[in-house]
């Protein structure tokens, strides 16, 4: 029987070096002798948690989730109790399998069920249907766990006989805002579920797909076998595993707060909104209120505190200490697991773009309208507040619920008087009359533009093709609307979509990038990192409006902006899916009051995803985000012009108050 060797003696066996021996010392260990002590070791390590590592075998469910075609194969888990309870990955059942089968150490083939989730952590909960007792792994305390030490992720996918083997090292611990230990072996859907042990065999954490961008089952398998892998430590399943035993999911614990500014490391930790009927607004939190710490953890900046947070749960209760003006305040409270969505309140105002506090464009309809207000008014001060600029208007606008009255004074040529309006909801039509210009017409030239017409973009290090157009009216001092559109594949696909799309960026003063797909067949979910990249570059090379950027996609493209849209919500505003619904695989994260995404779409007719659109506009609609309705807009495959200008008028208003 081979002995295991712990890193102690491995780390001796390496400092010996590999030189001439000296006189009275041992031969020096040849580099042949230490790699078959290594593999020794880790033999003996594998061996000695093989029986908690079992395979899974998932039969049936969906086919395609989203745009994501399911393949059949084995994933794996880890005993968790000797009584038939096994933890796995989420990402390996995202198809909804009717049929789950495990096998045990014994040989024997056995059925199981889904107990539970942790919707955190991304985690999911099985029974087997055994009388056989089953072996729990020993593991190692979360705070014993080292960065540099070894860590072998094991995985039961290729054989059913030995569990499948990548080494690395514990590249950092708390990761994943305090919840994930990192490895740097490789890490992808033949181990998800599994094990990621030490150099003894014990258990350091479960494999999952993660990204401290996104919340979804299959965030973080974009960083497939790159290096970059994730493990939930064990002892931190351990600790809840009672509570999913229950019944009880396990969701991500809420505060319900907006903070200011968007450098999560730079900007402070101070509260720019309090949502309504949230764990903050109970606990009297208040805007100005500058968090300073978060149970035991001092907190400098938003980082800080999403890592003080990021661990909990819902109904975890928490103690904050809060600066409000001189005094510190110190509150407690009981994180959520849900906060009714954000409705975003609705005025009917479109600004002009110079900064100044004139309205461009009066929505038929709205609230402000029913008001009396007409384009070319200035608002001056909200609720006898004085306005600064639009800016301060939004700013002071989003903490309004719908419903609420609302007084604005307006300034009307030389009269200035008062009105009285009462705040909307979400607003998803179309302007019904052509929108007057953004710009006052000062006869000035401005900046000269960088450039015009078709331009190729380059993203260093990624061999993606993209282009871009930019119109002739491109000037530096006037940021520009930025519209990204994600191809279709296959044969759905238009030989050049940039050709169809100038003519409009060119009227509308929009700058339109064509990103193309790492596959001529397929969109890949490792793109959605590659068009980020893109949009980034756009933004550091032109001048570009923050609040009108956004990405459209017409099917697997549509899937992809989708994605990309709701892991980037502090630079994308708007999305447009076309013949194409929310892909299953992907949360739609609740809507943000800082950064606002709308949606533009098209109810498809009479096609096989029909249904599915109809149910995606529903669900998007009941969690409050606007969705507009653009008709025909499915046929942009023909290039409709009415539909294409609807578009570009869409994301011309995206600035509504």
Not at 334 to 345: F, G, K, N, T, V
Not at 423 to 443: E, I, M
Request: charged residues 20%; proline residues 7%.
């Amino acid at each position: 029987m081979k002995q295991l060797l712990p890193l102690a003696t491995l780390t001796v066996i390496f400092s010996m070096g590999f030189g001439s021996p000296v006189r009275g010392q041992p031969d020096p260990v040849k580099p042949r002798d230490i790699l078959e002590l290594e593999e020794q070791a880790f033999e003996a390590a594998i061996r000695h948690v093989a029986a908690s590592v079992v395979r899974i075998e998932t039969i049936g469910g969906l086919e395609r989730v989203g745009n994501l075609t399911v393949t059949g194969g084995p994933t794996t888990g880890v005993v968790v109790s000797t009584d038939g309870y096994i933890i796995s990955s989420s990402f390996n059942f995202i198809q909804k399998p009717t049929t789950i089968l495990v096998s045990l150490p014994n040989g024997k083939r056995v059925s199981a069920e889904i107990i539970n989730r942790d919707e955190s952590r991304h985690l999911i909960l099985l029974k087997v249907n055994s009388d056989s007792e089953l072996v729990v792994p020993q593991f190692v305390p979360k705070a014993e766990v080292r960065v540099g030490q070894w860590s072998l992720a094991l995985g039961r996918t290729l054989s059913p006989d030995s569990p499948n083997l990548s080494v690395g090292i514990v590249s950092a611990v708390n990761r994943i805002w305090g919840k994930a230990i990192q490895t740097d072996a490789k890490i992808s859907p033949n181990n998800y579920g599994g094990a990621l042990i030490d150099i003894e065999g014990h258990v350091l954490g479960v494999l999952v797909p993660m990204s401290p961008q996104a919340t979804s089952e299959v965030a973080g398998a974009e960083w497939y076998d790159s290096g970059i892998g994730f493990a939930i430590p064990f002892e931190d399943i351990m600790t809840r595993l009672e509570t999913l035993r229950s019944g009880e999911t396990l969701k991500p614990g809420l505060l319900g707060v907006a903070l200011k500014g968007k450098d999560l490391y730079a900007s402070p930790v101070e509260v720019t909104l309090v949502r309504i009927n949230s764990p903050a607004e109970s606990a009297g939190l208040k805007v100005g209120d500058v968090i300073v710490r978060c149970n035991e953890h001092a907190v400098h900046s938003q980082a800080q505190l999403r890592h003080a947070l990021g661990p909990l749960y819902a109904g975890d209760a928490i103690a904050l200490v809060v600066k409000r003006g001189d005094e510190q305040t110190e509150v407690s409270l009981e994180l959520a697991a849900e906060i009714p969505p954000y409705d975003r309140p609705f005025l009917g105002l479109l600004p002009m773009r110079d900064g100044s506090l004139t309205v461009r464009y009066v929505f038929a309809d709205s609230p402000a309208e029913t008001a009396g207000l007409v384009a070319g008014d200035q608002v001056v001060s909200m609720n006898e507040v004085p306005i600064s600029s639009f800016d301060d208007l939004l700013t002071k606008i989003r903490r309004v619920e719908p419903g609420t009255v609302v007084a604005l004074q307006v300034r009307r040529g030389e009269q200035q008087f008062d009105v009285q309006l009462t705040a909307g909801s979400n607003y998803d039509t179309l302007p019904n009359n052509p929108l007057p210009p953004a710009w006052p017409d000062t006869g000035e030239a401005g900046e000269a533009p960088a450039g015009s017409g078709r331009v190729e973009i380059k993203i260093p290090d990624l061999s993606n093709k993209c282009e871009a157009f930019i119109p002739t009216s491109y000037r530096g001092d006037r940021p520009t609307a930025l519209l990204v559109y994600l191809h279709a594949t296959g044969a759905a696909r238009n030989a050049d979509p940039l050709a169809a799309l100038q003519d409009l960026a060119e009227e509308n003063e929009t700058i339109v990038v064509c990103p193309e797909s790492s596959s001529e067949r397929a969109w890949r979910a490792t793109d959605a990192e590659f068009v980020r990249k893109v949009v980034d570059q756009m933004i550091k090379d032109y001048s570009i409006d923050a609040a009108r950027v956004a990405i459209a996609g017409r099917q697997s493209g549509g899937a992809i902006a989708y994605l990309t849209a709701f892991s980037n919500s502090e630079v994308i505003r708007g999305v447009v899916p076309i013949e194409v619904a929310v892909p299953r695989r992907v949360r739609v994260p609740e809507t943000d009051p800082v950064n606002p995404l709308f949606v533009a779409t098209a109810m498809v007719e009479g096609k096989q995803v029909a249904k599915a659109v109809a149910a995606s506009v529903e669900q998007l609609r009941k969690l409050k985000y606007p969705v507009t309705i653009i008709p025909d807009l499915d046929e942009i495959g023909t290039w409709n012009h009415a539909s294409l200008s609807s578009l570009f008028v869409w994301l011309d208003t995206l600035d509504r108050i």
